[in-house]
């Protein structure tokens, strides 16, 4: 009877390890208000070039409303020609991801229609552009600075 203790103590040794990886493996990140999120990206200057949005150009844009969520932050280019954008949404639940992602492949698909036979260097960064789940967090860049914005969002949700 004794013989099957430690077998038992290494099964449940090895169980435990595998909880401990897969926690770690998740993706659970604090819980970060949007203003902090948006002051990390503002200190990439290509990021502080671009004008804030604010809930009329969230809406018409990507039509989505500003209070069906915990947090937004919307950065525009100002020149008509740029395609230039940065998109932080902080969802209540993750049950919105469809929403949120269904919205941007639609602007996405519609800046590509604007810019079709003319603006290969946009129809380009359009096709390029980021766009990132990360739990009840969505990022989306279009820029040839959209990894480094990517990847200053990543930095930011983590600490």
Known sequence: M????????YGLLALLALFLVALCWTDNYPDKPISEIEEALLKEQSVASLHKGNANDLRRYYGLDETMFDGVTLYLSEATMEVDEL???????TDQTET??????????QQKESFEGYGAEQTALLSNHVLEIKGQYVFFG??????????????????
């Open 2 to 9: 004794m013989k099957w203790i430690p077998w038992v103590k």
């Open 87 to 93: 998109l932080v949404v902080k969802m209540k639940s």
């Open 100 to 109: 949120v992602e269904s919205a941007v492949e639609k602007r996405v698909e």
């Open 142 to 159: 279009v820029s040839k600075n959209a990894q480094l914005w990517e990847s200053e969002f990543i930095q930011a949700i983590k600490k």
